[in-house]
């Protein structure tokens, strides 16, 4: 199960510094970002996050927005993920004596 955990932890901070990269991209290369290379292979790295964002937000939302929706996802992915492994360290950790 800790592997587990520290698998999808680390899926989701390669996600998250995808998402860092893309933004900064973003603000760099301007109206050519999609002629770029690395910006196109952060968005293939993103994709699934937010198609996942896509899925599960009503129509109301709008489709330049679920960039903030993927990237709160992955946020509280993080922070739940990061839990569970500090359980598990401190459930097999003997009781100092």
Do not use: C
Not at 23 to 35: M, S, T, Y
């Amino acid at each position: 199960m800790y592997e587990i955990i520290v698998i999808l932890k680390a899926l989701t901070e390669v996600a998250g510094v995808a998402f860092f990269g893309q933004g900064v991209l973003w603000l760099i290369a301007g109206a050519k970002r999609d002629q770029n290379v690395v910006y196109n292979l952060f968005k293939i790295l993103t994709s699934p996050v937010t198609r996942a964002a896509r899925a599960i937000t009503p129509r109301v939302i709008l489709d330049r927005h679920i960039w903030l929706v993927a990237i709160f996802l992955l946020a509280v992915l993080w922070i739940v993920l990061t839990a569970f492994k500090i359980k598990i360290v401190l459930e097999n950790t003997p009781a100092a004596s």
